[in-house]
């Protein structure tokens, strides 16, 4: 893998591409990388305690490393 978790990435394609940020964590086995504050989607979490309502959380959703570029890094 090409990046490691506290590198600065550019994301390359899809709704946020252009878009820079660090990554969090990476899933090496996986190919995948989670990058703050990129690719986040909604979801709907269920009251876990008596009395406690439920919740819509708005999670960063992991990338494919190859949708990822190191920052500073030349595009071809």
């Known amino acids: 893998m090409h990046v490691k978790k506290g590198e600065k990435v ?3 394609t899809g709704k946020d591409a252009g ?3 660090e990554v969090v964590r990476a899933f ?6 989670i ?3 990129i690719n986040k989607m909604k979801r709907h979490m269920r009251p876990t305690k008596a009395g406690q309502k439920g919740q819509t959380v708005e999670k960063e959703m992991p990338l494919h490393v190859s ?6 890094a030349k595009k071809k």
């Open 10 to 12: 550019i994301v390359l």
């Open 67 to 72: 949708n990822v570029a190191k920052a500073g």
């Open 19 to 21: 878009k820079e940020g």
């Open 28 to 33: 090496p086995k996986k190919s995948l990388v």
């Open 35 to 37: 990058v703050a504050g």
